[in-house]
Each structure stands twice: as C-alpha cells, then as structure tokens.
C-alpha cells in the first residue's frame, strides 16, 4: 500500500518554465512533508519541507503548497534550470505512534530541464 | 562537516552469502535509519536506530537486521542473500530522527549474482 502517491513519473520543462510535481497522502497523522532531490550516483538530498500548520513555504526557486483538506502537497520549481534536472521525491512522516523514525516515499517524478 | 559515509560503495555477492554494510553519520546526530532503493519498489525504509536503540523496523524479512554503536556508527547485515536484494542501500542520519531532516550518504549498491 503507497502511503504517498506522486505524479508525474517524468517531467520535461523548458529552461526558465515552471515545473510541478504532485504528491498525494492517506495518513491523516503525518505531520511533515519533505522534498528531496537525487542525482544520479548520489543520496537524496533535502530540498525544502513542510508542516500542515501552514499552506507554503519557498525558499528561493523552490515553493512547496500544501492542502490539508484535499491531503496533498505540491512542489513548484520556477525558472527550471537544466541544473534541476534530477529525481525528485516527496515524503512524509509522523513524530508519533508506531510510524515514528519513518519516511514514506513517494516513488519518484524524474524532471529533465532542456536548455 | 563531514557527511554520512557509507562503506563499501560496491558489492559483489552470491546467493546465500551474507553482508554487512557500514555507515558514519555526521557528528553528533543521534539518528541512523536505513533505506532500499530498487527501480521497482522505491525507497524503503528498513530501520532507524536513535541512541543505540531501535525505534522502528520497516516490513522486511529478518534476515535484514542491523545494529548501532555508543559512537552513533551503525551496520546493517543480510544474511543468506537472495537475488532480490540487489539495491542500492542508503544510509541517514539526523540529530531528532522522527524521519525529519534527514542526511543521506551516497549509498552501497549491493549485486547479488
């Protein structure tokens, strides 16, 4: 059973277009949701998180928005650049019960930006 | 500082041997979980450890077992591999755990012929 569903598989976006990915989530307990970009040969690396408390957080080019009664969060990318092309993956996890220490991940949306 | 480094980068095994993988976390994390990368499955998580102690295990068979040191160092073992197991395994720290701001190392990609 995904616990966090994500689409698209893959993304290609023009230089300086905006990119989105979706992630989707059932576990109404989860109460932080990560963003993370690998890049081939190399471990995720976090990009950007969010709690429910608030509906988006951006930190440079990146933008997470955040809908707690439609359960789903999304990553926006603006002026993509062919440096983010790279496996994105969004996740999820609970400060509580038996899920504590665990990130549910979504299976990936690999982003290519053309030049 | 330092990263999280995970030892060897690449594994070459047969069916029915075992392994044991290493990982250094950054200094001063507390946090050590484990995770499987396959091109079918995704990440999964295996296990975290948080001062020595396991907090969680993830929903693989115990021949996936792992342990963590006094100095945060963890080792993950499996034993009598299966062609399966071929993945990449990654290891990540963090201070909290609680799978929040987690530094992942570049992984050990383990073939099992």
């Known amino acids: 059973q995904q616990q966090v569903k994500q689409s698209p598989q893959s993304l290609i976006v023009q230089k300086g277009g905006i990119s989105i990915i979706n992630c989707a989530y059932e576990?109404?307990?989860?109460?932080?949701f990560p963003w993370y970009q690998q890049f081939p040969g190399k471990g995720p690396a976090l990009l950007i998180a969010i709690r429910p408390d608030v509906s988006e957080k951006k930190e440079g080019r990146f933008t997470i928005s955040f809908n707690k009664s439609a359960k789903q969060f999304s990553l926006h990318i603006m002026d993509s650049q062919p440096g983010d092309s790279a496996t994105y993956f969004c996740a999820a996890s609970s400060y509580r019960g038996s899920t504590l220490g665990r990130l549910y991940f979504g299976r990936g949306t690999q982003l290519t930006v053309w030049p | 500082k330092a990263g999280v480094t995970q030892t060897p980068r690449y594994l070459i095994k047969t069916r029915g041997q075992q392994v044991t993988l290493s990982c250094s976390p950054i200094s001063g994390h507390r946090s050590v979980s484990w995770y499987q990368q396959t091109p079918g499955q995704g990440l999964q998580f295996l296990f975290e450890y948080f001062s020595e102690t396991q907090r969680n295990k993830g929903n693989f068979p115990g021949r996936f077992s792992g342990r963590q040191f006094s100095n945060s160092r963890s080792e993950m073992n499996v034993s009598t591999l299966e062609l399966g197991d071929s993945a990449l395994y990654l290891c990540?720290?963090?201070?909290?755990?609680?799978?929040?701001?987690?530094?992942f190392g570049s992984g050990t990609q383990l073939s099992v012929l």
């Open positions: 576990n109404t307990a989860f109460d932080y």
């Open positions: 990540a720290s963090s201070f909290e755990g609680a799978g929040e701001k987690l530094f």
